[in-house]
């Protein structure tokens, strides 16, 4: 099986992550093979400053971390303890961020048969979607 691209996500929230809210949802990406989670790790920074970096096994029995228990897809720890210090210099005090490794599985088949016609990606850019709607408000 040919690799997708993938992509470093980082969803910060006011509180608790709301496992129940975003559970479900990232499993029905999962089941529609649009998105596969790589590796997933927690992040809680308080209003000191001071970082607290965990994955799913460290909160066993939390019923907002038990709901992801069964998203990751691949081995934890691709995502380095380089990449986490950055993120954590740039997450909000008194926040918590959910940092996900995601494939995207839907481009898998779209470079397959790009390489087979003899074509390759040759740039790629995310666009926010703040950007996008606030590019959109202005155009219309």
Do not use: C
Request: hydrophobic share 55%; proline share 3%.
């Amino acid at each position: 099986m040919s690799r997708a691209p993938m992509e470093l996500v980082v969803v910060e929230f006011s509180g608790a992550i709301p496992g129940a809210q975003l559970a479900p949802e990232l499993r029905r990406l999962i089941d529609a093979d649009v998105i596969r989670i790589v590796d997933l790790v927690f992040m809680e920074k308080d209003d000191n400053g001071d970082v607290v970096i965990f994955e799913l096994r460290d909160r066993e029995g939390e019923d907002a971390y038990e709901a992801f228990d069964e998203l990751v897809y691949a081995v934890e720890g691709l995502i380095a303890d380089e990449d986490l210090d950055e993120i954590a210099a740039d997450v909000q005090a008194g926040r918590t961020a959910a940092i996900l490794l995601v494939e995207h599985v839907w481009a898998a088949k779209l470079a397959e048969i790009t390489r087979g016609a003899g074509g390759e990606v040759v740039w790629s850019e995310r666009i926010p979607a703040a950007v996008a709607e606030a590019v959109a408000a202005a155009v219309v």
